[in-house]
């Protein structure tokens, strides 16, 4: 089982940046999806979910009405289109997955990513 997230780098304050993360090992059908954010020093912190069906989201009201989680069950990918985006949203993000329902609660995430890097400059 293994998440590959990608997508991550160097963007300027006020663009656009799209991440992805690649399934391999397991049928995303009955998994929900979770991506979460981590900067030095700092916690895990969730950001957006997604249901199984990906019918359903839920985000974190920083990014509420900047990101957009969805998935594409036949591609076994998940992607975070992330606009507007602001110098504190610069950290590594992770993807995860667990069976059935989502969570915001990263302990309750069966498989995670690697994660990827972004780095939103002033």
């Known amino acids: 089982v293994q998440l590959q997230a990608s997508g991550g780098g160097l963007v300027q304050a006020g663009k656009s940046l799209s991440l992805s993360c690649v399934a391999s090992?397991?049928?995303?059908?009955?998994?929900?999806f979770g991506w979460f954010r981590q900067t030095p020093g700092k916690e895990r912190e969730w950001v957006s979910c997604?249901?199984?069906?990906?019918?359903?989201?839920s985000y974190s009201d920083s990014v509420e009405g900047r990101f957009t989680a969805s998935r594409d069950n036949t591609k076994n990918t998940l992607y975070l289109q992330m606009n507007s985006l602001k110098p504190e949203d610069t950290a590594v993000y992770f993807c995860?997955?667990?069976?059935?329902?989502?969570?915001?609660?990263?302990?309750?995430?069966?498989?995670w990513g690697q994660g990827t890097l972004v780095t939103v400059s002033s």
């Open positions: 090992g397991f049928t995303l059908d009955y998994h929900a």
């Open positions: 995860a997955a667990r069976y059935g329902v989502f969570t915001f609660r990263p302990v309750q995430y069966d498989y």
């Open positions: 997604i249901n199984m069906n990906g019918d359903v989201t």
